[in-house]
């Protein structure tokens, strides 16, 4: 019996402990478990991505037509597999997307003369102007155009035809398919000897639309002409490293060498010439009493040097509606058009006539000092009844 109390009291004391290790226990076992289970890849367009952006989808039917799909990541490994194709005496198509613009131009360049040919997603403009081809951006597809046709005489486009448009970008070059009505390049365009095809639209890879329209058919036809098909993903690691750092004088503009000494010296004057001025700093015992005609004079100040006659008249305005009512007698809590019908009565007018002055809205520095002087007077002229 005494036995089983000393548990109880022994649980009841180290209660805490015992709750904080079950939950780091539990932490650690979900945290292996997490690890432990495989995780997808995520990334767009790639053909290990079995989401809708991603493009397994694209993959598996390459594949069912008899075409060698290889995903790369890195540029190396890139070089490699075109290079021991062709040792092999195989062509290849070399699938460039590059969100980042992460290549180069050597790199570009050097990857468009080991491929036969070369396909490019929704290229930037430094990687257009490395592939080459004659190819340049010429804008967006519309917003509200989900569809494109090829309108013209290219065999893959031809053949695909109509396909998904929305969020697509436009080229022009030698070659130029899936124009949109009012012209101004189009979702697919390319060099006239077809090594070089550039494609505006990654909806018409992902799984969510490939097979929407003729998207599927469209990627066979662009995709699927040689026997081996490397899919090439740039990542950050293929960023070509500078032969040395960028310093800080290469990076400014070369007039800042002659105004930044001079900024530099007419700040030093300034410095001084404030300091002087000002004086050394005073200090004073906390708390700080500040007289109320000191703070509205500094507000005062402030929405002179601000320009706000706006604010400066709701103000007055609202003052000016404080004191009426406590002249008036009508408590805190009565309105603008209460304030007003009592002043009228009071002064024999109509409302309309102090309404007049009470809700002018002066628009310049001296409308608002005439405003002001009104303000007072009519102050004045209920004072005096």
Request: with cysteine; net charge neutral; charged share 20%.
């Amino acid at each position: 019996m005494n036995s089983a109390a000393a548990l109880r009291r022994a649980v009841r004391r180290h209660r805490t402990w015992a709750i904080l290790g079950v939950v780091f226990v539990a932490a650690l076992v979900l945290t292996a478990v997490l690890q432990l289970q495989p995780h997808g890849d995520r990334t767009q367009l790639s053909i290990r991505n079995p989401a809708p952006e991603g493009a397994r989808a694209a993959a598996e039917i390459l594949g069912r037509h008899g075409v060698a799909v290889e995903q790369r990541d890195s540029f190396e490994s890139t070089i490699q597999t075109l290079e021991s194709a062709k040792r092999a005496g195989e062509r290849s198509t070399v699938l460039l997307y590059d969100p980042n613009g992460y290549l180069g131009r050597d790199q570009l360049q050097y990857l468009g003369g080991a491929a036969d040919r070369l396909v490019v997603i929704t290229p930037r403009l430094n990687t257009l102007q490395g592939v080459g081809g004659g190819i340049v951006q010429a804008g967006v597809v519309r917003d509200g155009t989900e569809v494109l046709a090829p309108a013209c005489v290219i065999s893959d486009p031809a053949a695909a035809g109509t396909v998904s448009a929305a969020n697509g970008y436009l080229y022009d070059g030698e070659v130029v398919c899936y124009a949109p009505r009012d012209g101004g390049g189009g979702l697919y365009a390319g060099s006239e000897d077809g090594r070089t095809v550039v494609l505006g639209s990654t909806e018409i890879f992902s799984n969510g639309a490939l097979a929407e329209q003729g998207n599927a058919a469209l990627v066979l036809r662009a995709l699927g002409a040689e026997q081996r098909l490397v899919w090439y993903l740039p990542g950050i690691a293929d960023v070509p490293a500078a032969k040395k750092p960028v310093t800080l004088d290469e990076l400014a503009a070369p007039w800042t060498h002659v105004l930044g000494p001079w900024l530099a010296f007419v700040a030093v004057l300034a410095i001084f010439w404030r300091g002087r001025r000002l004086g050394p700093l005073v200090f004073e015992p906390l708390p700080v009493v500040v007289k109320a005609v000191e703070t509205a004079e500094g507000r005062a100040r402030l929405y002179h040097d601000a320009r706000a006659v706006d604010r400066a008249a709701d103000v007055l305005r609202a003052g000016t509606l404080v004191r009426l009512a406590r002249t008036l007698r009508l408590g805190p809590d009565a309105g603008a058009a209460a304030i007003i019908d009592a002043a009228a009565r009071h002064l024999d007018r109509t409302p309309e006539s102090v309404a007049g002055v009470l809700d002018a809205e002066p628009r310049a520095e001296a409308e608002l000092v005439r405003w002001a002087q009104q303000l007072e007077r009519l102050e004045k002229e209920v004072h005096a009844r």
